[in-house]
Every structure is written in structure tokens, then in C-alpha cells.
T-cell receptor, first 109, second 115 residues
Framework: GIQVEQSPPDLILQEGANSTLRCNFSDSVNNLQWFHQNPWGQLINLFYIPSGTKQNGRLSATTVATERYSLLYISSSQTTDSGVYFCAVGETSGSRLTFGEGTQLTVNP | NAGVTQTPKFQVLKTGQSMTLQCAQDMNHNSMYWYRQDPGMGLRLIYYSASEGTTDKGEVPNGYNVSRLNKREFSLRLESAAPSQTSVYFC??????????????FGPGTRLTVL
């Protein structure tokens, strides 16, 4: 099956800093989603982005499908951005999602 | 619009007991999924239902059964719970492949502990 690798596994920032999270995948995809899992365990949809670039406030994402990677940018980070960020992909052959192991982000005041 | 709802939120079982986790969605989605999340890991697919009346195994189906009761509801049953099934269980839904986007939306999760 498809492999998903996220980097870095852990990231510690000061409030106000910017960061870039990366997701590499091993095969063609028809679905790529970024999620934020907050400290209460809730999975929040950030982006549905199988290709191209999207922005939502301080967050933006870019997927280069031909090179099999996606990037999530967080600008001017806030303590509420803390949590785990997951990348998940769906293969062209079906609709199931395969998740990466996540990036644990800690934003300190 | 409640989105995807799950019951119960928390459950403690003894080894060998059975239980059913309930999931419902009000987004008129065709596809529904059950995932589990173990500590420090991403989610793994247990079973999914591409449309009403169909179910298929995912990556980790052993020890589980599912029922797609109707278009809105998809339940997950543990017939004889084992400590290895201690996990957080998430239900999700999406439109069917080829019908709009296949973006998945997740419920709040059920924390299950098996003693």
C-alpha cells in the first residue's frame, strides 16, 4: 500500500514564529487532507488539497502531486496551534485514507 | 448540522465482553469509515462502507464486525473485546468516489479501554 512520511516528527516554536510541515507519499493520490488534532483529541479538517495551493488565514498548503509531496505552512503561530498535524492520502484506486504518523507541534508563549 | 456523531464517548470493558459503537452522519454522504488510533500513531482503517449495502475490510479488521444500517448509520461491533483493542475509535464519512470531492469528515471519537 501507499506510504506516507511526515517531517519533522516534533517541532517546538515560540509564539509568532513561522513553520513548514512536510508530507511525502509514495504513489499517485486522488485525495490529500491535512488535519489538526487538538489536545482534546478532536480531528479538525484544515485542507482538502490533492493538488495546487490553498490558503485559510494564517495557514496555507501546497501539494505537488507530480513530485509526491505536500507542505503545510503556519505563519505567526499561536499557542492554540499546538497539537498534532496529520497528513492523510487516498489512492487513486479507492477512497480510503492512509495517515502519516503526524508532526507534534508545541507553541510556547 | 451535527456532522458526524459517535456514541458512546467513553467506554470501559472487561476482556471478553462485547459492545457496539454507533456512528451517524447527517451530510447525506454515501461512504462511511471506521478507524482506530493508538497512542502516538496516525489513524488506521478498520472497515469501510463505500455505499449503503456494502462493507469492506480495511487495514486492521480482525476482531471487529460492522453493519451499515442505512445511509446515515454505520456501527462497529467488538464481539469479544481484548486488551489490544484499547484505542480511540473514529468514524468518518465522505461523498462516494467520483461524486464531488472525497474529503472525509470525522466524528469526535470513542475512547475504549479493555481491562
Amino acid at each position: 500500500g501507499i506510504q506516507v512520511e511526515q517531517s519533522p516528527p516534533d517541532l517546538i516554536l515560540q509564539e509568532g514564529a513561522n513553520s513548514t510541515l512536510r508530507c511525502n507519499f509514495s504513489d499517485s493520490v486522488n485525495n490529500l487532507q491535512w488535519f489538526h488534532q487538538n489536545p482534546w483529541g478532536q480531528l479538525i479538517n484544515l485542507f482538502y488539497i490533492p493538488s495546487g495551493t490553498k490558503q485559510n488565514g494564517r495557514l496555507s498548503a501546497t501539494t505537488v502531486a507530480t513530485e509526491r509531496y505536500s507542505l503545510l505552512y503556519i505563519s505567526s503561530s499561536q499557542t492554540t496551534d499546538s497539537g498534532v498535524y496529520f497528513c492523510a492520502v487516498g489512492e487513486t484506486s479507492g477512497s480510503r485514507l492512509t495517515f502519516g504518523e503526524g508532526t507534534q507541534l508545541t507553541v510556547n508563549p | 448540522n451535527a456532522g458526524v456523531t459517535q456514541t458512546p464517548k467513553f467506554q470501559v470493558l472487561k476482556t471478553g465482553q462485547s459492545m457496539t459503537l454507533q456512528c451517524a452522519q447527517d451530510m447525506n454522504h454515501n461512504s462511511m469509515y471506521w478507524y482506530r488510533q493508538d497512542p502516538g500513531m496516525g489513524l488506521r482503517l478498520i472497515y469501510y462502507s463505500a455505499s449503503e449495502g456494502t462493507t469492506d475490510k480495511g487495514e486492521v479488521p480482525n476482531g471487529y464486525n460492522v453493519s451499515r444500517l442505512n445511509k446515515r448509520e454505520f456501527s462497529l461491533r467488538l464481539e469479544s473485546a481484548a486488551p489490544s483493542q484499547t484505542s480511540v475509535y473514529f468514524c468518518a464519512s465522505s461523498e462516494a468516489p467520483g461524486q464531488g470531492t472525497n474529503e472525509q469528515f470525522f466524528g469526535p471519537g470513542t475512547r475504549l479501554t479493555v481491562l
